[in-house]
């Protein structure tokens, strides 16, 4: 356990120290016979009442709980309730609650021994305060109270009877057993779902899937202090198998070694395991040749009379004394087997095969998705150089090719008509001027954009104002917004719809004049950008259901309405202009990221 879980348990034994020890005060002054109208009784309840606050205050002011610091307050626990006994004159001791909350809190900060070693301790400081009251050492106690004239214990030797005494021992001996085994089973279990955790934060996208299997495995390696590593995959559709080796970490870099895969290989190691999931075969001390096999299913039950030839290949190839395996499989795509040759188990074989079936069953899926994305990321990167590909070659390349065409054209002529080549030179300057407004806008698209709520009204007017500077349209950016609190993927998305509109209006609207607005309202923010250009092939207003349904509109600025669940309004004019109206709701989570 961590620090601080540490200093939560002992904060929630406190609290329940302070409660405990109120409702014992609280109980015997509504029937005070049961410690005798003892004095000394009362103060030792007061007593354990204020050192319960004061171990509160001390649990509030300090970062750390120490181990000396627990010890000494669990004594305190254990010695307790054997004195506040001594007062108890009931047939059934009303302090025995005392002796249940000791051994709990044992359980709770320690595991089955400890529990056990409490529940002993407290039965031996029961027998002492039997021996205590046959050796006459509570009279003689009484008897000096009396001389000085102070008022007596009035302790009762009647719960101390060697009879009733051994009965109240067996039962704080099972509590404890009982307590420090479910305690103990509840601890293993919350540090195999630790384990199960860190081994899950392994699966990174962004390390790629070999970083991935390499650390998922380094960290298996460390779990079972195995000597090496293998894991062998096949790929159903071509059926090749790849074979990768990790050392232990204590080789600084260690990396998968790939080894050379064949037909041999994939019956070395993808053998028949006759539904087997998980697997250990050890060497008996008796003999080299044959293993000892324990092999458990999918369902966790073990499998009888496993056949042992198949690991003989194995063996040659590899020299073990021991050997952990567990199948996996991703989809439909890959299966395959991790083997841990000469791991340290330190429970019993069929609750660690259980385990680590448990791991893989739940990493799998993880691992899964890292290899899923990252094919989704090179195929997306594919289709985007794909894409700009296409752009620069439909666009400035054969831009320029034509050019190159007319300036020779014009070099030819050039000798005999200057004014022609006056006026095709302004011609080729203007088409020069729009083919590098087409690669900015390219590269602006291409650029990934990290914003947040803090910076983007500062983006969008240098977006404008750049526009504006570029094209030599008339651009203005107007907001009435002095702080903005909005997720940082709405933001890259409303950023990306104003770099779309404007590409769209440069390039197709003919305006002389664009305005973007962006303005909160009480159900969210609004967005829009009007020009004085030709307008869309419609005229009227329309919404994004009629826009698809008619087919028109921008299209890439509605996908991006989507992703962040706005809606998209456009109204037009032909000739005359058109106005985009983005309304985002603020009540909802953005659909993307």
Known sequence: MGS????????????????????????????????????????????????????????????????????????????????????????GNPFFLFFVFVIAAAAYRWGLWETVGTASLSVFLLWMDSLAFHLGLISQLDGFLLRHHLPLLRSDITEFEPKRLFMRSISLIVMGFLLGYLAEQQKQLRAEKAVIARVLAKARVEVGLRSTLQDIIGEMLSLYEAGSAL????????????????????????????LESSTSGREMYLYDDQGVTACYASRPPASSEKFNIVGLNKDGERVRDLEVSVLDPLAAQHKFNSMLTVSFLFGREWWGRIFLFDPALTGDIEEELRFLQELVRQVGPAVYNVYLLSRLRTRAGAVERARVARELHDGAVQSLIAVEMQVDVLRRQSVNNTGIVTGELGRIQGLLREEVLKLRELMQQMKSIDLDSRRLLGFIGDTVERFQRETGISARFLTSIEELKMPQPMCREIARIVQEALVNVRKHSKATQVLVRFNASQDGWNLVIEDDGSGFPFAGRLNQI????????????????????????????????????????????????
């Open 4 to 91: 601080g879980e540490v200093r939560r348990i002992e904060r929630w034994l406190a609290t329940a120290r302070v409660f405990l020890a109120t409702a014992a005060l609280v109980t015997v002054q509504m029937d005070p016979s049961e410690i005798r109208y003892s004095l000394w009784a009362h103060g030792l309840l007061a007593f354990y009442l204020a050192q319960s606050v004061v171990i509160i205050l001390l649990l509030r002011r300090r970062q750390q709980s120490t181990p000396s610091f627990r010890l000494l307050v669990h004594s305190g626990d254990v010695i307790w309730p054997a004195l506040i006994s001594i007062f108890a004159t009931s047939q």
């Open 231 to 258: 894991i062998v995959s096949q790929e159903n559709n071509s059926r090749h198998v790849f074979i990768g080796e990790l050392q232990p970490e204590a080789k600084v870099g260690a990396e998968f070694r790939w």
């Open 546 to 593: 009629e826009l698809d349904s008619v087919g028109k509109g921008p299209v890439v600025i509605g996908e991006r309405v989507r992703l962040i669940d706005g809606e998209l309004t456009v109204e037009s004019n032909p000739g005359r202009g058109s106005r985009l109206e983005v309304s985002i709701p603020q009540h909802r989570e953005t659909a993307y990221g």
